[in-house]
């Protein structure tokens, strides 16, 4: 393909559309393959306000309807997790904060009509985070849509403060359904388990493996890869760490100092 769609500020899709909960409230959207670019159109603003969704901080798109509704409204929510403005404490890096922006999609009368709108940004949304290219004169549907990925999450019970698993149900989880993951989350019962479980399975199942941990986990799963027979196929596997041990020096030096987060891991598998 010649044209250089990532660069590219061509406008994917544009529509007007309410929001929730707000009522009368409207937005012109327009989506490009960098960013979404949203203007409020009512309320009149004083000046031409527009802000930016990037692409970039996305994980996930949904559609929905409001729950025991008659009206033929559709809805669709982009999860996105931007910088935050300030620094926490000297010399940290900015950590994330999750926003939702929900769209309500009230073109037609008829809610069937309304949600095939709704899809169809969902999709597009969720290919642009993906990284599929295409333009405005590509037909949307969900067979633009890579398969889902699937991530094998190992979590060590007892690393750290032991609040692994609180920690995974209460931050991870939640983003990695947001971004549309599928997952097997396994805790490990015992020393060198995670290095076992890696010297078998098999890798045509799985787009990356996170370790919920400290450092150990990470260790035991690059050794367990090291020791198959196809390691040097075993060891292109992505992996992740989200740091839930005692020191997590190693996923300090690779995620926080690097200002990334759970979305690094994400968007590379
Ligand atoms: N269920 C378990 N019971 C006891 N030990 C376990 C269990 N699961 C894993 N382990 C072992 O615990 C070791 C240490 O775990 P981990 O690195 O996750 O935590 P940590 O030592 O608290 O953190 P850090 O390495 O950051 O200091 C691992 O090497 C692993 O072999």
Redesign the pocket.
């Known amino acids: 393909m010649s044209r250089n769609y990532k660069h590219s500020s061509e406008t994917l899709l544009h529509g007007e559309f309410g929001v929730y909960p707000s009522k009368g409230v409207r937005y012109a959207l327009s989506l490009t393959h960098t960013g979404l670019h949203i203007q409020r159109l009512v309320p009149k603003p004083e000046d031409d306000q527009r802000t930016v969704l990037p692409i970039l901080d996305m994980v996930g798109c949904h559609t929905m309807r409001s729950c025991g509704s008659s009206d033929g409204f559709a809805y669709f929510s982009i999860y996105s997790y931007p910088l935050k403005k300030k620094k926490v404490a000297v010399g940290s890096t900015r950590t994330r904060q999750r926003l939702v922006r929900t769209f309500r999609v009230d073109e037609a009368s008829d809610f069937k009509q309304n949600q095939v709108i709704a899809e169809k940004w969902a999709t597009a949304i969720k290919c642009l985070i993906r990284g599929v290219l295409f333009s405005s004169d590509t037909e949307i549907s969900t067979t633009l849509q890579p398969k889902p990925r699937r991530l094998m999450l190992l979590l060590?019970?007892?690393?750290?403060r032991g609040n692994?698993l609180q920690q995974c149900h209460s931050n991870i989880l939640p983003i990695i359904t947001e971004a549309d993951i599928s997952y097997n989350l396994i805790?490990?019962?015992?020393?060198?388990?995670?290095?076992e479980l890696v010297q078998s399975i098999n890798l045509e199942e799985w787009d990356g493996i996170v370790?919920i941990?400290?450092?150990?986990?990470?260790?035991?799963v690059v050794n367990g890869l090291m020791e198959r027979s196809d390691w040097e196929d075993a060891i292109k596997m992505p992996i992740g760490i989200l740091?839930?041990?005692?020191?997590?020096?190693?996923?300090g030096a690779i995620n926080y100092n690097a200002g990334y987060g759970i979305r690094t891991v994400l968007r590379q598998t």
């Open positions: 060590n019970p007892c690393g750290g692994a805790q490990t019962e015992r020393q060198n388990h995670a290095r370790v941990s400290g450092d150990g986990l990470l260790f035991e740091p839930c041990g005692s020191g997590n020096a190693l996923a």
